[in-house]
């Protein structure tokens, strides 16, 4: 079974610390993963995934297949990071999209 | 950005209610989704479909059905809400393996 598990519901640091967001994730085979980020008031979209292994705004994720892991870190973070972050995972066939339960992180001035 | 459209935007019914919400995209994508999200919960999949002819449970069906009109059409519906139903409901799209999802911008229904 596919499973995502993102510990924190909530996550709050100062502008300027690290933030390290954890995915954990339960598959048997090779999943794809990603990170979607909410924004208040607006849709979910697309922060990263493990296959293209770039960083979009500073954020950066590497999968761990030892520790079935694939934890967001940002160096330095903005206000404007503060969102909702969705780990999500796809398995077998390439179909089934699943989501962890999110983490609210809050950036605070 | 219009490319993923969920209609209507908010509804209110009544307990035993027929509701149906409504997806399109304009994408041309095949694979389509349903989510629910509630606080504390995050996103979780209520049905799929890969295309017009092959439809998926998630780990949330039951009081759900959908109906796959065509292509770019993936309807949701509760046969007679209630109010643990109550909830944002999200739709999304994918061209295939590999690929992001693109969300619509949710419908907040509320089961009275």
């Known amino acids: 079974a596919q499973r995502v598990t993102q510990p924190e519901k909530l996550l709050s640091v100062f502008k300027g610390a690290p933030v390290e967001l954890k995915c954990n994730y339960s598959?048997?085979?090779?999943?794809?993963l990603f990170w979607y980020v909410q924004y208040s008031r607006q849709r979910l979209q697309l922060l990263l995934r493990?296959?293209s292994r770039e960083s979009i705004k500073g954020f950066t994720a590497d999968l761990n297949k030892g520790e079935t892991s694939f934890h967001l870190k940002k160096p330095f973070a903005q206000e404007e990071d503060s969102a909702m972050y969705y780990c999500?995972?796809?398995?077998?066939?390439?179909?089934?999209?699943?989501f962890g339960k999110g983490t609210k992180l809050t950036v605070n001035p | 950005d219009a490319d993923v459209t969920q209609t209507p935007r908010n509804r209110i019914t009544k307990t035993g209610k027929r509701i149906m919400l409504e997806c399109s995209q304009t994408k041309g994508h095949d694979r389509m989704y349903w989510y629910r999200q509630d606080p504390g919960l995050g996103l979780q999949l209520i049905y799929y479909?890969?295309?017009?002819?092959?439809?998926n449970k998630g780990e949330i069906s039951d009081g759900y059905s959908v109906s796959r009109q065509a292509q770019a059409k993936f309807s949701l519906s509760l046969e007679s809400a209630i109010p643990n139903q109550t909830a944002l409901y999200f739709c999304a799209t994918r061209a295939g393996a590999d690929t992001e999802a693109f969300f619509g911008q949710g419908t907040r229904l509320t089961v009275v």
């Open positions: 999500a995972l796809i398995g077998l066939g390439g179909g089934k999209l699943v």
């Open positions: 479909s890969f295309d017009v002819k092959d439809i």
């Open positions: 493990h296959i």
């Open positions: 598959y048997s085979g090779s999943p794809e």
